[in-house]
Each structure stands twice: as structure tokens, then as C-alpha cells.
């Protein structure tokens, strides 16, 4: 995997030891770097992998999402307009591969996806913006939901996302204080990026998509 995903594995590490080194002493600057480097490998990974407008697509919105981690750390609400745009991005793509015919329950867990989110935020934060804000997550998450992309890879991880950023909202909140969303939002976030990356260009890479979606 080393040689023929050097990108991939070099996110992982990046990734799993930001988690371990947030926990120490790392000095402020490094750290924030050392927090966009694991998504921003998965960007140059979509990019060098997949030679198609897809892939690179992708690529932006993890490259949008590393730049949301290190802004983040510097101004929360750039670092959510960041994030914001990827899920724009991503919106885009999934749309252009809907899912032929989806069933009841898949409609029905888009639906109450795309609604609930916004509102569990606004209960948890009482801020409008971040209503706003998790709109896009939301529209994110259900069209993902609803893509023709394999729902156990790029469904779940859109789903963690969804988790990772409510811990996040939750932490400005009623968990303010609490241990268990340090624990839980970064590998959520990091491993939901990861599923979705690698998914999406697993994907075009099976079905020999170099330009365009297939039509539906």
C-alpha cells in the first residue's frame, strides 16, 4: 500500500498521530498545521490518483476542508465558511450522480436528515449562523445519502461528519466542559473525510469514469 498509495498512507499517519499529539505538548503553530495536514494529504491523493474532473472535484472539497482545520483554529468563522464551500462543493457532486429511484427509507433518512440537523444545532448553540452553517452540512449529508456512491462508505462517512461537527456544537453547549467530544471529534471528522475521499475515487476508478458522470 506504501508504494502504490503513498498519498493515502501518509493522510493515515498524519491523521491518527495529530490525534495523539493534541493531546501533549506540541507548540500552537505546529499543532494547527500538523491538524490540516491529514486532510489536505487526502486532497493531494484525490488529485494525483483520478485523472478526472470528479476526482479533482473531490479533491477540492477536502482541500477546502484542511484549510477549514487550520482556520478554524484562527477564526472560527472563516474556518466555517471554509468548511461551508466544501459542502457546497460536495453538494454539486453528489447531485450529479443521484441515485436511480431511491427507496421509501432512503427518501425518508435524507428528508430528516437534511431538517434535523439544523435544528439539533440551533437547539445546542442558539446561534442562527450556525443553523446557517449546518444547513450545508445537512444538504451535504443527504445528498450523499442519496448519491449512487456506496452508501456503507460515503453515507457513513458523511454521517460522521455530521456527528464529529454536532459534538463540536454540542461542546458550545450543553457539553461545555466535557471530555467526550475531545475524545470523539477529531477521529470522527478525520475518518469520515477518509471514507469519503477514498470512496468517491475507489468508485470512478471501478466504473472507468475519466470525464463525466454516467448518465442517468
Not at 488529485?47 to 479533482?56: E, F, G
Not at 479533491?59 to 476542508?65: D, E, F, P, R
Request: charged share 10%.
Amino acid at each position: 500500500m506504501i508504494e502504490k498509495r503513498p498519498w493515502l498512507v501518509a493522510s493515515l499517519v498524519a491523521g491518527t498521530s495529530y490525534w495523539l499529539a493534541s493531546k501533549g505538548q506540541v507548540p500552537g503553530l505546529w499543532l494547527i498545521l500538523w491538524k490540516g495536514t491529514g486532510v489536505a494529504l487526502l486532497a493531494a491523493y484525490a488529485w494525483a490518483h483520478h485523472p478526472s474532473r470528479n476526482a479533482h472535484q473531490i479533491a477540492l472539497v477536502m482541500a477546502l476542508g484542511a484549510i477549514g482545520d487550520v482556520v478554524l483554529e484562527l477564526n472560527f468563522t472563516l474556518g466555517a465558511v471554509a468548511f461551508l464551500l466544501g459542502h457546497l462543493a460536495a453538494i454539486s457532486l453528489y447531485l450529479r450522480f443521484r441515485r436511480d429511484r431511491p427507496n421509501t427509507s432512503q427518501n425518508v433518512a435524507a428528508i430528516v436528515t437534511l431538517l434535523a440537523v439544523p435544528l439539533i444545532s440551533l437547539e445546542l448553540t442558539g446561534q442562527a449562523q450556525v443553523m446557517v452553517y449546518a444547513l450545508s452540512l445537512s444538504g451535504m449529508a443527504a445528498s450523499a445519502w442519496l448519491s449512487s456512491f456506496p452508501r456503507y462508505r460515503i453515507g457513513l462517512g458523511a454521517m460522521m461528519f455530521v456527528a464529529s461537527d454536532l459534538l463540536i456544537f454540542a461542546r458550545m453547549g450543553p457539553l461545555a466542559g466535557k471530555p467526550l467530544p475531545g475524545l470523539l471529534i477529531w477521529p470522527l471528522y478525520y475518518f469520515g473525510q477518509f471514507l469519503i475521499c477514498t470512496g468517491v475515487i475507489s468508485t470512478l476508478s471501478a466504473r472507468g469514469e475519466f470525464n463525466s458522470p454516467p448518465a442517468t
